[in-house]
């Protein structure tokens, strides 16, 4: 049985990860690694202890969904839109392409549903930022999708 729970769960975390390069882990001492997708050799799921716990997270994973924003590429302004699968502590930020948080547009909990955010290309402090390439990152409960849009001025 575990073999078929290790398959299931690879599959659907490449299919997550898709559009991605690089996969962000969060440790449970709190800290985050970040990995290339095309390093991962091998992953292990501890947590999962029964078939159960296998379909609660596959729907988790099959319903959270971080859409591209439109534009893209934009100025001055984009909308985000994603959709948690039930109520849960929801985070949206947005990232340069170094990893540097450049603004942090969400942080609650909020009801199952989708929603939709407006981005005005400024950072924390209201200034705008240059053009390039910045990424959207969106977390609900333990699970992390993330997308990169383009800004041109």
């Not at 599959?11 to 997708?37: A, C, N, P, Y």
């Not at 100025?75 to 994603?82: C, V």
């Not at 930020?93 to 929603?115: M, P």
Request: avoid cysteine.
């Amino acid at each position: 049985m575990k073999p078929f729970l290790y398959i299931l769960f690879l599959t659907l975390l490449l299919s997550t990860v898709h559009s991605q390069s690089k996969m962000f882990i969060h440790l449970q001492d709190g800290t985050t690694d970040t990995i290339e997708i095309s390093d991962i050799k091998k992953i292990t799921f501890s947590e999962i202890t029964n078939i159960d716990d296998a379909r609660t997270t596959e729907n988790i994973l099959k319903s959270f969904r971080l859409f591209q924003n439109y534009p893209n590429p934009f100025n001055p302004t984009t909308t985000i839109e994603y959709h948690v699968p039930n109520k849960g502590f929801v985070e949206v930020k947005i990232f340069d392409a170094t990893g540097r948080l450049v603004k942090t547009l969400l942080s609650k909990e909020q009801d199952s549903g989708t929603y939709k955010l407006n981005w005005q290309g400024n950072n924390e402090n209201h200034q705008r930022v240059s053009s390039g390439m910045y990424i959207i990152q969106v977390k609900f409960e333990n699970n992390l999708l993330s997308r990169k849009m383009l800004l041109i001025k």
